[in-house]
């Protein structure tokens, strides 16, 4: 899918200037905003459209008026209860030192979660395949700053933009302690993220083979599956389910300790 750089409604030199760096980051075409609204860019140009506004960039895919921006979204609450009891930390042993690898970081929530469990001496990688949203979560987890319980653990998250199966492909054996995925769900869900303008852009492919054995080749302790309750994923693949009682997603785990 085509995508297209412009400035805000009302451009002014800061919006010019991250503009250009989004083009020149992104290898996209800078269109000049002439006042249009998205749709009618949408319509002219045949193309999503990145937005550099005053104070972030916004990703309309087409046929969207509601921007797709960074936020830290679910973290924002999970990190003020014990990280401990996270379910995600809970299930993949994640601990104080570890490399986690996120290969589907979306909107990086549970990336920021793992960060700031795993701390300074830890490391979090973040693989997102479509590349302007790797950008627009990049730029975000480098420039959000409205809750600074979070900044220190946004900063510290590498993003690898991607198919998580080719740079998994390219790291060492045993170089991470816990492999992610969650990958998107084959069933619409109502969510409370701000999310749904990307649904239609995300990378909706599914776990294969090759992608779970990679990440076994690559996690020391466990490989992590988040999927819809109704998926057959865990079982497919030989992940051992964590039934979450009354929710609409259950975690699968693959213990890598004992194999
Ligand atoms: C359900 S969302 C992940 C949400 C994320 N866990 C969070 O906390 O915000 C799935 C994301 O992974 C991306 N994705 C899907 N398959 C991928 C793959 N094979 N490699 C890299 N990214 C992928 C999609 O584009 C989408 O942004």
Avoid at 13 to 40: C, M, N, W, Y
Avoid at 54 to 80: C, I, V
Wanted: hydrophobic share 40%; with cysteine.
């Amino acid at each position: 899918m085509k995508t297209i750089v412009t400035t805000a409604y009302r451009p002014n030199g800061k919006t010019d200037e991250l503009a250009a760096k989004a083009a020149a980051d992104l290898l996209l075409p800078f269109v000049s905003r002439r006042k249009r609204s998205i749709g009618k860019i949408h319509l002219e140009e045949g193309a999503d459209v990145l937005v550099a506004a005053k104070e972030r960039l916004e990703f309309y895919p087409q046929g969207k008026t509601e921007p797709f921006f960074f936020h830290p979204n679910s973290s924002a609450f999970r990190t003020k209860r014990p990280i401990v009891q996270d379910p995600l930390i809970e299930v993949s042993g994640l601990a104080p030192g570890d490399t986690f690898i996120d290969c589907t970081l979306g909107m990086a929530s549970d990336a920021i979660v793992a960060s700031m469990h795993t701390g300074a001496a830890g490391r979090v990688i973040g693989c997102e395949s479509h590349a302007v949203l790797a950008y627009v979560v990049a730029e975000g987890l480098k420039e959000y700053s409205a809750m600074p319980h979070l900044t220190e653990s946004m900063r510290r998250i590498e993003v690898i933009p991607g198919k998580a199966v080719d740079i998994l492909r390219n790291m060492p054996g045993k170089s991470a302690d816990v492999v992610y995925m969650d990958p998107m769900f084959t069933e619409t869900i109502q969510e409370a993220t701000n999310f749904s303008p990307l649904r239609p852009a995300a990378d909706a492919g599914q776990l294969d083979w090759t992608w779970v054995e990679e990440a076994k080749r690559v996690a020391k302790k466990s490989v992590v599956l988040k999927a819809h309750f109704r998926s057959e994923d865990f079982e497919r693949f030989g992940f051992s389910r964590r039934v979450r009682p009354n929710t609409k997603f259950h975690y699968g785990v693959i213990d890598c300790t004992i194999e």
